[in-house]
């Protein structure tokens, strides 16, 4: 089980992105939170998973919901806490 920091960055608030994030992970296992950055127009992403639901769920982060546009994700594997599920926080 490893834990990833994702910055997605893009056109992803007020496009439905955490909530579509949210169902993806929910739907693949993935544990975590997602949330809106307040000083620009991105998300910080914590997920945590085996290496086959990180995988799928790095696919999910770069296509996104059906109006958002990803220009970049960058991430960093990180040690910490164990989460029990995906979250959105607001």
Same mark, same amino acid.
Do not use: P, W
């Given at each position: 089980? *490893?834990?990833?920091?994702?910055i997605?960055?893009?056109?992803? *608030?007020?496009?439905?992105?955490?909530?579509?994030?949210?169902?993806?992970?929910?739907?693949?296992?993935?544990?975590?939170?997602?949330?809106?950055?307040?000083?620009?127009?991105?998300?910080?992403?914590?997920? *945590?998973?085996?290496?086959? *639901?990180?995988?799928?769920?790095?696919?999910?982060?770069?296509?996104?919901?059906?109006?958002?546009?990803?220009?970049?994700?960058?991430?960093?594997?990180?040690?910490?806490?164990k989460?029990?599920?995906?979250?959105?926080?607001?």
């Open positions: 089980m *490893q834990t990833y920091h994702f997605v960055k893009g056109h992803v *608030q007020g496009v439905g992105y955490r909530f579509t994030m949210y169902l993806n992970a929910t739907k693949i296992g993935i544990k975590g939170t997602i949330k809106n950055l307040i000083d620009d127009d991105n998300v910080e992403v914590f997920a *945590q998973g085996d290496i086959e *639901q990180i995988e799928k769920f790095r696919k999910c982060l770069r296509l996104g919901s059906l109006t958002s546009r990803i220009y970049s994700i960058s991430e960093n594997v990180i040690e910490g806490e989460y029990d599920s995906f979250e959105i926080i607001y």
